[in-house]
């Protein structure tokens, strides 16, 4: 039997709403028009072109993994951020919106350092999206960068987006549980750690608690684990006048603070997102 594309958009539709998806109108549009590759004009102004088998077969597989939970990113396995568009799977936490925040004060870290040439660290490098974000804003600035993050699988798709972005000069990555295998010496280290308490996890939204990694959203019993750890070590790998600008997650401003401070770092920076909530906050080691 022919199947119309107009019919076809009705039964996804009907199962996107049926599992809750809030705008199902808009996502059987978008998964629609990825699937089939064809424009949204085209979509809305031809509504009785047949549709073949294949075709349905394509957007409906997509229908039932968003109506799962599965987030589009990760079906169609691109997500755009900082206005770059990132190789992304299910071993790669989603590039999130609030993190473009710390691309921001990064950015504008490196241009106050007035410096020829800049060492940057991306711990936990996840996807790429950070540290690549940040090189693709300073077309002028010479860089030596390395991402380093504990996840083999994580690694593999940071490798694909240095390799898109043609970075492969300049930025290196590497396995390392955090600071383990770094040998270096840095200008800026920034971190998008896991920061969510274990005992949370499990209240997190199904495409949080699914479709991203486990090891990229825990943070351990207080959610601070990783600013600990790092706090540490950090003095040992930044330069003289070096930096370390982190994301933190809602409500920790005080706790990071504090973490930091009585391993002797002075704070430079804190920055609120869109919504006002403290996202961002960086130091710098006090001699
Ligand atoms: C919140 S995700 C951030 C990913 C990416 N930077 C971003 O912002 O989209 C945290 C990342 O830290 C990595 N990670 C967790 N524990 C680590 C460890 N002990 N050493 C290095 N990386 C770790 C995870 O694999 C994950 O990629």
Redesign the pocket.
Known sequence: MYQTLQNLIKDSQEILSNSGIKNSRYETFLITHKSLKKSYLDILTNPEIIISNNQRDCVMRNIKNRSKGKPISKIFGIKEFFSNEFIVNDN??D?RPE?ELLVEVAINQCLNMNKPSISIL??????G??IISILRELPNIKFRALG????HA?LEVAKKNVKKFNFERYLKIKK???FSSVKSKFDLIVL???YIKTSEIYNLEKDVRIYD?H??LDGGSNGLK?YEIISNKAKFFLNDRGVIIMEIGFGQLNSVKRIFRTKGFTTILEEKDLQGINRVVGFKFKK
């Open positions: 790669v936490l590039p993190t991306d711990l936990g490098v996840g996807s999206c950070i380093v993050d504990d996840s994580a390392s549980n955090w998008n750690p896991p990694p090891l990229a990783a």
